[in-house]
């Protein structure tokens, strides 16, 4: 064995580890134009057909027939089904010019104003993401809010569907909080953070649920609770001890903000809101600022307290003379799933049964009709 096969060159892996770098930023550059080129691709396509359909009148039946003639042209690329074809032409009705994709958040809606830094455009979202944002929005600006939340965090069509199921953009900064008088600085974003209701779907939990049970269920599926809460929230710890005073006092849930820089104390109500409530709420914030923040590094300590119900003008009330910055919100559980399943844990069998009766057959993956990447021709 030689001496270079047993140790490095001078440099070698500093080297290594460069070239490794420029390869997946190179690789992420390519997918990303790729999927650009396709998009764009598609929105002519559609403008055309939807031209052609103005000027000389043309038919439904054409779109099956260019569908049919491109296929046989380009019988190794998918995509060119006549259902696709449909898809792209309400691509380019809903986006008539793709420019307007590049205007900041801000400029399209208020609710956007915390992403317009980072927001790019429709250009940047797959293809199967429109189609589901096809069927299941009914406004531009409902699905310019998408588009920029699903390109600024990242999400999958999964997540996404799971957003529009839970109409986030009815959501989204709709919590009562006190930011405007204690929080000095990002308080349009820490606004944006926090939602109103947040809906959790925890089988096996109903309206009499405790706050015991919606704590343990937050923690066992955890995933689905940072999905809920959304993007930059980590999960700390539960039940998380404060001493004060020879006392010892323990916050239902902790999260770090990574974007707020800040940690968030989260208390669960099972009842309605009390004006109490947020003076418990003030006091344990108060004491994480002391015990647990970094005072360097770490913005002030943010409360959210979850109930199942509350009163708008009540809450308002309750926190116009708190010190510390606090969000109430309702909370609902359960909402997503068919009554008969509320009631109890269900069996395999069950479920299946539930499931076929919804038209949603067991292991599918195709949620809308002719957008599934794996049966797409």
């Not at 003379?321 to 844990?345: C, F, H, M, N, Y």
């Amino acid at each position: 064995m030689t001496s270079e096969a047993t140790h490095d060159p001078a440099g070698y892996l500093a080297l290594l580890e460069q070239v490794k770098d420029r390869v997946r930023s190179a690789r992420v550059r390519v997918a990303l134009a790729a999927n650009r080129e396709l998009i764009g691709l598609y929105w002519s396509i559609g403008r055309e057909i939807i031209a052609r359909q103005a000027e000389v009148g043309w038919g439904g039946k054409v779109v099956e027939r260019l569908s049919a003639d491109l296929r046989r042209e380009f019988p190794e690329l998918k995509g060119f089904s006549a259902r696709n074809l449909r898809y792209m032409k309400a691509f380019a009705e809903a986006w008539p010019d793709l420019e307007i994709l590049q205007q900041p958040a801000a400029e399209l809606s208020s609710a956007l104003a915390y992403a317009a830094s980072r927001s790019s455009g429709a250009e940047s979202l797959p293809w199967f993401h429109h189609c589901l944002l096809l069927d299941r929005t009914s406004s531009a600006s409902e699905r310019a809010f998408y588009v920029h939340e699903a390109v600024a965090h990242g999400w999958t069509r999964a997540v996404l569907k799971l957003h529009l199921d839970r109409r986030l953009h009815e959501r989204q900064g709709q919590a009562v909080t006190n930011f405007e008088a204690t929080l000095a600085h990002r308080t349009e974003l820490a606004t944006q953070v926090l939602k109103d209701p947040y809906v959790f779907d925890f089988l096996g939990l109903g309206d009499d649920a405790q706050e015991r049970d919606i704590e343990q269920a937050m923690v066992r599926q955890v995933r689905d609770t940072l999905v809920e809460l959304g993007a930059g929230f980590a999960f700390v710890g539960q039940q998380v001890s404060l001493e004060v005073g020879d006392q010892e006092f323990f916050v239902d849930l902790l999260f770090y903000h990574v974007r707020l820089h800040c940690y968030v104390v989260v208390e669960l109500k099972a009842g309605e809101f009390k004006p109490e409530h947020a003076g418990q709420l003030n006091f344990y914030c108060s004491a994480a600022d002391d015990l647990i923040r970094d005072k360097a590094a770490d913005g002030p300590t943010i409360g959210l307290l979850l109930c199942r119900t509350r009163n708008r003008i009540v809450a308002e009330y309750a926190l116009r003379d708190i010190q510390k910055p606090i969000g109430v919100a309702q909370i609902e559980l359960t909402r997503l799933l068919p009554e008969p399943l509320r009631t109890s844990l269900p069996t395999i069998e069950t479920l299946e049964a539930e499931l076929s009766a919804l038209g949603r057959e067991p292991g599918a993956t195709n949620e809308i009709e002719g957008t599934s990447e794996s049966s797409e021709d």
